[in-house]
């Protein structure tokens, strides 16, 4: 996932602090402030070492004090309006907001703490409003419309003029074009909903905390590994639980756990506390908090004469309205059921033929799955995961891809500050020598941290600012006990690749103006390069370069990887349907009319599953609606459907690389040059199609998928 920044990174859950201090304390902190300076670290590294956390307010109070002067300035300016004194001058402008903006980015989601999270609940109205301030400021909207209406005449390159459109679009989508009554309507629902979106960041964080498991009796460890147990003991004696065990959530429905505990009572309670984490009635219970959002964005999108948020927030995207989506899942949703059913079906065989003496519950799809994944294929986790060794898949895996495609290598170092222990940083080189950016990753658990993966950045790519691009990719797998090896699933090796996938592109920037940059793209393709760089996982050079069995060193057998390919499609109907189900989901809460209402959020989430064929009782949605990140809190809103539409894109282009000759540098070469390297810069439309050669073509998913 790429976490999403805006103009002003209102996505972050970052806002404003409005903060009272008087004369002589703001002269100290402006002179002991560690974000009112740029950083002099190597490309301009936030320094986590000297930055402490009563820092984040002053700078943020005095970063919209900045940008708003600069923003009233261009404004207000008496001459002409030309590119230059606007466009150009509002890149440039927020220099300090967007600093401070970032660095809190990192640690609000990667290592909170209580007063972080009090903080992004205060931020963020203020934060909306200066947003509101600038997007629906009629004079600089004047002079933006001025040069848009004569962008034909102004001589620009490519780039600039896709600029100016881009300004265009995003002021006429907040309202510019709104009657001064309407716009104070909407700056109240902005910031109502960004006040809403932190809240709900926080709850969610706290209610997954306090939803960990926790074992007391020894016998219901039965199933998992010795390392699994022993970094439970430990992490229960962190927590002070001592001969405890303690297993935190992950941020999905489904657990790694489920596919390994063997009693079924322990798998039940895990599943109830992972599906019911904020909807039990008390502080951090969600419900009424999306019900309420929800509605906010049917309103804003009514303000703006569309039927429905995802009529309006679809605008920008390749799909243009919410019709295509429901077009492109109805492609789907018939055969991703049936494959499910029958796999359930399956599954019922296999406990029938066991005398369980039960019916198929959510909680035993996984448990099951693997008995009939190892039957079928003789394969489980038991064998795959001594092979997948983290640091080796990062660096004789995804670092090995990346120069065989690309030739770029990294370089780890240590004179950086880091936000946390667990955070490694390389140099990326060039091939030729020449710096590209840095890398951080942070792969391990922790309860301050946000679930799922992601990646963003901590310092844009901008030629106009000559900057380049600092990037991070967070994920959340177990840590071990120290001296023990970090072994992780086949799943969790894809994740890692998909991640670095986010990261080439934003390392590949080669923009001019910051908005254009990187991985600011519209939703439905930033998943792009990141589900492509997935392929590379199970490419037998690559494989054969980092699956290494962590004691041995033996390569991981021809045999096992051939197991491992044939169950490729294994459990697809269950794995797309659990994702087409949050999908839909996010579509149907986001296809509400303003005159709809409120909403109670249980009778409507299944009402929107049964009404659009999804309602399967063993294969529940991804995210249920109560803890769905992505699309309450990350900028994913109407938007979670581009996983799916994007992974047409990914297979399609990955069938040009079979075509083509597959991981070869040149190839490598053209993907980077035509598509990584060009941002938001052009159309993405024809970027992807003067890559493939043809537009995109579904077929190459759905084989893949096991559906045809």
């Keep these: 996932m790429k976490k999403w920044q805006i103009l002003i990174p209102l996505a972050l859950g970052i806002v404003l602090i409005a903060c009272k201090t008087n004369t002589d304390t703001t002269h100290m902190n402006e002179r002991l402030n560690p974000f009112f300076e740029e950083s002099t670290l190597p490309f301009q590294a936030i320094p986590f070492d000297k930055i402490m956390d009563d820092d984040y307010a002053p700078a943020f109070e005095k970063g919209i004090v900045e940008h708003s002067a600069e923003v009233m300035q261009i404004a207000e300016n008496p001459e002409e309006p030309t590119f230059e004194n606007t466009f150009v001058a509002l890149e440039k402008s927020g220099r300090l ?57 102004l001589n620009l390159d490519a780039e600039s003029l896709r600029l100016v459109e881009y300004y265009y679009q995003r002021f006429v989508l907040a309202g510019a074009l709104l009657s001064t009554e309407d716009k104070a309507t909407m700056k109240k629902l902005n910031e109502e909903e960004a006040a809403l979106s932190a809240k709900f960041n926080n709850q969610l964080l706290d209610g997954t905390k306090d939803a960990a498991l926790i074992i007391e009796d020894a016998t219901q460890l039965e199933g998992l590994t010795d390392g699994d147990i022993e970094a439970a003991a430990e992490a229960a004696t962190a927590n002070n639980l001592t001969g405890k065990w303690y297993f935190p959530l992950q941020n999905t429905t489904q657990q790694p756990l489920l596919a390994a505990l063997n009693d079924r009572a322990t798998r039940a309670v895990l599943f109830d506390a992972s599906w019911n984490r904020s909807s039990r009635n008390d502080k951090n219970d969600t419900r009424q908090t999306i019900a309420r959002i929800a509605q906010i964005r049917a309103e804003q999108a009514k303000l703006l004469g569309f039927d429905n948020f995802a009529a309006w927030n679809l605008q920008d995207q390749m799909v243009r309205n919410p019709e295509e989506v429901d077009r492109f899942f109805a492609q789907l949703v018939p055969a991703a059921t049936a494959k499910a059913r029958a796999e359930a079906k399956d599954i019922q065989t296999l406990i029938n033929n066991q005398q369980g003496g039960f019916e198929l519950e959510a909680w035993d799809w996984d448990y099951y799955a693997e008995q009939v994944r190892k039957e079928r294929y003789d394969l489980d986790e038991s064998l795959i995961k001594p092979y997948f060794e983290l640091n080796s898949v990062l660096k004789n895996g995804i670092f090995y891809a990346a120069n065989q495609l690309y030739g770029i290598t990294f370089s780890e170092r240590h004179d950086l500050p880091v936000y946390h222990p667990d955070v490694s940083v390389y140099t990326v080189l060039e091939e030729n020598g020449d710096t590209l950016g840095l890398f951080y990753c942070d792969f391990y658990k922790r309860d301050n941290k946000n679930g799922g993966a992601w990646m963003s950045n901590m310092v844009e790519q901008s030629k106009l600012l000559g900057t380049k691009p600092v990037i991070y990719n967070v994920c959340n797998y ?4 120290p001296g023990q090896p970090s072994l992780i699933s086949y799943d969790d090796v894809i994740t890692t690749f998909h991640e670095f996938g986010h990261a080439l592109h934003g390392l590949f920037a080669n923009q001019t103006y910051p908005s254009l940059s990187g991985t600011n793209v519209p939703r439905d393709f930033v998943e792009f390069p990141s589900q492509i760089n997935e392929h590379w996982a199970l490419y037998p050079e690559v494989l054969k370069n980092y699956a290494k069995h962590y004691k041995t060193g033996a390569v991981i057998p021809d045999d096992l990887v051939a197991r491992l390919k044939k169950s490729a499609t294994f459990n697809q109907g269950y794995a797309l349907t659990e994702l087409l189900a949050a999908a839909q989901l996010d579509m149907e809460w986001h296809k509400l009319s303003a005159d709809q209402g409120l909403q109670d959020v249980d009778q409507f989430e299944e009402a929107a599953l049964k009404r659009t064929n999804l309602w399967l009782k063993q294969v529940p949605p991804r995210y249920r609606s109560s803890y769905f990140l992505h699309i309450w809190a990350n900028g994913y809103q109407a938007g979670y459907y581009a996983y799916l539409w994007t992974e047409v894109l990914e297979h399609d282009a990955y069938q040009w690389f079979e075509e083509h000759g597959g991981m070869t540098r040149t190839n490598g070469q053209r993907l980077r040059d035509m598509v990584l390297s060009q941002g938001n810069s052009q159309d993405l439309e024809k970027m992807y199609e003067a890559f493939r050669g043809k537009k995109p073509n579904i077929e190459p998913m759905l084989v893949a998928r096991g559906l045809k």
């Design 478 to 481: 177990q840590k071990p006990s």
């Design 97 to 153: 907001l967007s600093r401070v903006s970032l660095a809190f980015g990192v640690v609000s989601g990667a290592n909170t703490n209580p007063q972080f999270q009090a903080l992004q609940e205060t931020l963020a109205p203020k934060l909306a409003a200066h947003q509101d301030e600038m997007y629906l400021n009629d004079h600089l909207f004047e002079r933006i419309n001025t040069l848009y209406q004569k962008r034909a005449s």
